[in-house]
Nanobody, 115 residues
Framework: QVQLVESGGGLVQPGGSLRLSCAAS????????MGWYRQAPGKQRELVAA???????NYADSVKGRFTISRDNAKTTVYLQMNNLKPEDTAVYYC?????????WGQGTQVTVSS
């Protein structure tokens, strides 16, 4: 089992920045992929960014150049630095841990971009 605890969401004005953190505990392996998904009201959950154990990153086109995903050396914590936030980034952001076709999810953290 893997437990994921997220932090860092909140309310920010357009153009502002936020940093999300997700700490994994339990049976955490360094060859896992960790990432962030988001779900806005009335929309499907979508991938925002992910990073493999080897450091390969993947971003949604809508956030490229604005968001940066990173992972600590112990491979247990993943971060999402979000810059130049837009109202359309408003959503609940979920941390994801994936290994051997098994997914674990965090409880979600709300990000609201509004003036």
């Amino acid at each position: 089992q893997v437990q994921l605890v997220e932090s860092g969401g909140g309310l920010v004005q357009p153009g502002g920045s936020l940093r999300l953190s997700c700490a994994a505990s339990g049976r955490v392996f360094s060859d896992s992929t960790m990432g962030w998904y988001r779900q806005a009201p009335g929309k499907q959950r979508e991938l925002v960014a992910a990073v493999t154990g080897g450091g390969t990153t993947n971003y949604a086109d809508s956030v490229k150049g604005r968001f940066t995903i990173s992972r600590d050396n112990a491979k247990t914590t993943v971060y999402l630095q979000m810059n130049n936030l837009k109202p359309e980034d408003t959503a609940v952001y979920y941390c994801n841990y994936k290994r051997l076709r098994v997914d674990y999810w965090g409880q979600g953290t709300q990000v609201t971009v509004s003036s």
